[in-house]
């Protein structure tokens, strides 16, 4: 019922009505009462006098209601008035958009939201249509269903359908047209009802593009897999990279369970009660290594974390993200094995020993047992390897591992030092002598002829020291340098035997003694002297900096090799004061040539575990460059990974205190000692430097090119700069710019130069990049 209609009905029974009615009934009391009394009334002055009355009673009832009917039209009129004001203030002030429609689409009357809402004045609407502001894809759909409207087939239609605003962009609105009654003699006639939703609309389109963006990232990380699974495990997400590590196609697994999909038996209950956990809770639970299964039944090693997502009246969401830890695995047992193991003989190294070593000396105080170290030394290696090649070299040093695994008891520990050095541990030894016994046997089976490539058959020979405890020595490093000394002893008495650790070798300590003598005085008179290698960006072929490399040339002796001098000087504490004059040196010189204008490099200086161990190398560091003015972004330190391995925490502190100070730091001969991933990890490292000894065969030997490869990606991985020492060929860098190594240095390019054929060579380079 309108309001209009509701307005009328009140007025049905309004006092008015009733006071009309009450003298309706009043006259035709009277009109009966009437007959009665002109019956009863004799007295013609009476009845005269009655008729007179009578009329005039008439006359008042009659004004009366003609008064009642006439205030009754007015308020009628007022109501309806009232009506239609409050109709037209309802139509034109209404929060949505309204217009009344002919049916041929023009406009009849329209309100100010609408015209709001569209952008044009009432009267520009009044003289359009429906058809010319709607978008011609939706104006079909639009007429189609106003056509049926006419036709009765329904009464009203809702559509969210585009207009074109005023200023030409497109308006998204909810659109409800309903036909109004028809009245005799007048057209048919719509009311239309306009909601703009153009910010939802674009809201929905911002989301729907958010989300295809989102799966789109998805699908382009073949290396991470993401899952979506319900409460109940069932899958609902599953993009390409599940697909390539799990062997399930989409279509395989969305609404299969996860439990049947990826997950082992064995963790099924385990798995299903952590579903429902992270459901009911809405937590997430911690990220994990896990072994789960692929299609074909393989186990795939992977870091799996977790997300809970749960929207108000949704039933919670569980994403399971995994990155496949396969080839990291892989690499990460790469890394292990060099850890600890010979890549070439597959023996234990240096580390392993020296770690088996301190073992069984604490088992042997303990129990008061006898041990021996044995060093051996092949007294004709480079001969062999210099007549018949490195790959004869390499076969023959796996040769001798395999004999010296045939002498050796399962008690026995055999490592392989390095070069054509291994070294032997004989624990619970009953007598000395049987550690002479043991050599003899060594020496005996080294002289059995080895066939090499193409049916090369050598001879090798050998010299062996021994060191024993508790007769020689009573640690570790000691007994290292004892048979050390007496293998030495034993090349000097003729080669192809053995000796023990005695005291005739005090004359050698003399000599080193001597040696250190020397050596102090050469710091003292500045005979010391920084060579400069440079070091080479391998995409460019620009020089991008140099490592600095000390050289003592003896009045006497001439050049002393680095390798005969530097253990001594660490064994005698020289180290800390030929370690603080690379670094002035280094500093100093990078600023002259930085104020010659020369191009700024940076310059790689090497420190020594014992400069780690003092404590003050951060301030020392810092206080060099401060009073020689060198940017400290382009110094560099080298750390061997053996310094790495002494007080972990201090390195770590130490390290991060130099890199906080904006030096760049580095691991030299990465691989050939020992460093755990984990604590790699921890390091704040610039670059990793591979060992010369693998870039020397990276060519020729397979097992070197592969484990080069795995470490420059294990550094990329860890986001390091990669550089190869001992670059002597333009097959090795070709290799390792297959590799996608970043920088390189040996001889290929250039020999160490003194400072001043350094800086020439850099001139040369300016010269050169300006032709």
């Known amino acids: 019922m309108s309001q209009t209609e509701k307005n009328l009905s009140k007025l049905r029974y309004s006092p008015v009505i009733g006071a009309i009615i009450y003298l309706l009934f009043g006259v035709a009391w009277i009109s009966f009462s009437d007959s009665l009394l002109s019956a009863l009334i ?30 009754q039209r007015a308020q009628i009129a007022h109501s309806l008035s009232h009506s239609q004001w409050l109709f037209n203030m309802t139509f034109e002030h209404a929060a949505t958009g309204m217009a009344h429609v002919a049916s041929d689409g023009s406009f009849l009357r329209v309100n100010k939201e609408l015209c709001r809402i569209l952008g044009y004045a009432p009267q520009e609407l009044l003289d359009m249509t429906f058809q010319q502001i709607t978008h011609p894809m939706d104006l079909s759909k639009d007429e189609a269903l106003l056509r049926k409207t006419l036709r009765g087939e329904i009464m009203q239609y809702t559509i969210e359908k585009r207009y074109l605003h005023k200023e030409g962009r497109i308006v ?55 899952q979506g699974y319900d409460e109940n495990g069932q899958t609902l997400y599953w993009n390409k990279g599940s697909e390539l590590l799990y062997g399930y196609t989409k279509q395989e697994a969305l609404g299969s369970n996860l439990l049947d999909l990826i997950i082992p038996q064995f963790m099924h209950v385990a798995v299903k009660e952590a579903v429902a956990l992270m459901a009911q809770t809405g937590e997430a639970r911690m990220a994990e290594e896990l072994t789960l299964k692929r299609k074909d039944g393989q186990a795939v090693h992977v870091y799996s974390s977790h997300a809970v997502i749960i929207l108000p009246n949704k039933k919670p969401h569980i994403y399971c993200i995994d990155i496949d830890l396969t080839e990291f695995k892989q690499q990460e047992a790469k890394l292990a094995f060099l850890a600890e193991y010979d890549p070439l003989t597959h023996l234990p190294n240096r580390q392993f020993f020296t770690n088996q070593l301190e073992q069984a000396l604490k088992v042997a105080r303990r129990e008061q047992l006898q041990l021996a170290v044995l060093i051996l030394d092949l007294d004709n290696f480079k001969t062999i390897n210099d007549s018949y090649g490195h790959n004869a070299g390499d076969m023959l040093l796996r040769r ?27 624990e619970h030894l009953p007598h000395p002598e049987d550690a002479a016994r043991f050599a003899l046997e060594l020496l005996k089976t080294l002289q059995q002829p080895s066939v090499l490539e193409l049916g090369l058959e050598v001879t090798s020979a050998a010299s062996i020291g021994i060191s024993l405890y508790p007769e020689h020595n009573d640690n570790v490093e000691a007994l290292l340098q004892g048979a050390d000394a007496a293998l030495y002893k034993a090349k000097a008495d003729g080669r192809n035997t053995y000796r023990y650790y005695t005291d005739e070798l005090t004359t050698l300590a003399r000599e080193r003694l001597v040696m250190e003598a020397k050596l102090r005085q050469a710091l003292k008179m500045n005979q010391l002297e ?31 090799p680095p390798d005969h001098f530097i253990p001594m000087a660490e064994s005698c504490g020289l180290i800390h004061a030929i370690g603080h004059f690379v670094l002035e040196q280094a500093c100093t010189q990078g600023y002259a040539w930085l104020v010659q204008g020369l191009p700024a490099l940076k310059l790689s200086v090497n420190v020594s575990a014992h400069q780690f161990s003092k404590g003050d190398l951060e301030q020392q560091v810092i206080s060099i460059l401060q009073s020689t003015a060198f940017p400290a972004h382009l110094l560099e330190l080298e750390v061997t990974e053996s310094a790495l391995m002494h007080d972990k925490e201090r390195v770590i502190r130490t390290m991060q205190q130099l890199r906080a100070a ?60 990669v550089l190869a020492e001992g670059v002597e060929t333009a097959e090795q860098l070709a290799l390792l710019k297959d590799m996608a190594c970043d920088y390189y240095q040996g001889y290929y390019y250039s020999k160490p130069l003194p400072a001043e054929a350094f800086r020439q060579l850099l001139l040369q380079q300016v010269a050169n990049q300006q032709d």
Request: glycine residues 4%.
């Open 400 to 426: 001798v591992a395999d004999k010296l695994k045939l002498c050796c008891r399962e008690t026995d520990t055999l490592a392989r030092f390095g070069g054509d050095e291994f070294a032997i541990l004989i």
């Open 530 to 560: 920084c060579y400069y290698q440079p070091q080479i960006a391998i995409t460019t072929g620009k020089i991008v900096g140099a490592e600095l490399l000390i050289r003592w040339c003896d009045a006497e002796q001439g050049f002393i």
């Open 42 to 71: 004799t007295d013609p002055v009476l009845l005269t006098r009655y008729q007179t009355y009578k009329g005039l009673l008439y006359v008042a009832i009659t004004a009366l209601i003609a008064w009642l009917l006439l205030k």
């Open 662 to 721: 904006g030096i760049r730091l580095a691991i030299d001969d990465f691989g050939t000692g020992y460093s755990s991933l984990a604590y790699l990890q921890q390091l704040p490292l610039d670059l990793l430097k591979v060992d010369r000894s693998f870039i020397e065969k990276i060519t020729s030997n397979d097992a070197d090119k592969q484990i080069s490869k795995a470490i420059i990606e294990l550094a990329h991985t860890l986001r390091f700069d």
């Open 172 to 226: 998204w609105a909810r659109l409800s047209v309903t036909l109004l009654p028809r009245l005799p003699e007048h057209p048919p006639c719509f009311i239309s009802v306009v909601q703009d939703i153009s910010a939802v609309t674009l809201a929905q389109q911002q989301l729907q593009e958010s989300e295809l963006r989102f799966r789109t990232l998805l699908d382009s990380m073949p290396n991470i897999s993401v």
